[in-house]
């Protein structure tokens, strides 16, 4: 379900049909034939038979069964009733929504994704990132704490610079755009121009096979969330943060004592600018 989810953005309108039927009722989906299915979709069985492939099943039973062992797992359900709509209903339902997105992101990205992006971030010379609009606080976080254990990292805010950045790159290098919808032009050129200058090209979205994806030569994938909140899906920064964090602590892991020791260096001088702060509000 979350890789479909991801993939729907992208795929054409015949595909788009069935992965909405998938979604919008998984359960009526495991009861029906392959013609019954292609009747209400208004599609034919070959294009149902292409579209399990397309996610790398054999057919329609397959699907069939992935999907109804999926649906066996256990979930929490939280309907707006009218007992949750208070703060705690809100509370519930939103930790709810983002432990879910969470397990789904788990699910959608094996480790040796994570240590393959972790690999080519240690071998890099340096790594820039490329990312604006709400993804773009996810970036910066990464690049400030890639600095704090002693990765040569770089980040531009504005849009224009980071494109001039881009055509910096070479081989010896690393790019890493982050984007939500994967779509957004200005991050998708940046990653494209990096990897035609010869840099090594990572990305974090929360949609497959988006452009950004198709630009990446490791992808890390960020779980959808099917709950929007001011048009922005709920839960997506975290999930974006949680690769983040992952991808982190396998490089620091990779490169331990070197990690460690600017750390420390970095705190020792952090703590005496905090008890120097401390003494003046005193």
Not at 69 to 83: D, H, I, M, N, W
Not at 157 to 175: F, G, I, T
Not at 189 to 199: D, F, I, K, P
Not at 224 to 249: G, I, K, N
């Amino acid at each position: 379900m979350p890789w479909i989810r991801g993939l729907s953005p992208t795929l054409k309108r015949t595909q788009r049909q069935i992965a909405k039927a998938i979604l919008d009722d998984p359960e009526q989906f495991i009861t029906q034939s392959i013609s019954e299915l292609a009747e209400r979709c208004g599609v034919s069985a070959g294009s149902v038979v292409s579209f399990c492939k397309s996610l790398g099943l054999r057919g329609f039973p397959a699907l069939k069964i992935r999907l109804a062992r999926e649906l066996a797992a256990p979930v929490f359900p939280l309907g707006q009733t009218k007992a949750q709509r208070g703060s705690s209903g809100i509370l519930q339902q939103v930790f709810h929504e983002h432990v879910k997105a969470l397990h789904e992101t788990l699910r959608l990205n094996s480790p040796l994704s994570v240590q393959a992006a972790a690999l080519a971030l240690a071998g890099a010379r340096r790594t820039v990132l490329f990312s604006i609009g709400l993804s773009y606080p996810v970036a910066y976080s990464l690049y400030a704490r890639l600095r704090f254990i002693g990765m040569p990292a770089f980040i531009e805010y504005d849009s224009h610079m980071q494109l001039a950045a881009a055509a910096e790159m070479n081989k010896r290098e690393v790019a890493l755009g982050i984007s939500a919808a994967g779509s957004t032009s200005e991050t998708v050129e940046c990653l494209r121009l990096s990897r035609a200058r010869g840099a090594k090209t990572i990305c974090i979205t929360n949609s497959i096979d988006s452009p950004l994806a198709r630009a990446a030569d490791i992808q890390l994938y960020a779980a959808p969330s099917e709950v929007r909140y001011f048009q922005a899906p709920l839960a997506s920064r975290l999930t974006q943060l949680a690769l983040a964090d992952a991808l982190l602590v396998t490089l620091g892991l990779q490169r331990k004592h070197e990690a460690v020791a600017h750390w420390e260096r970095a705190e020792e001088h952090l703590l005496k600018r905090r008890l120097a702060g401390a003494r003046r509000g005193a």
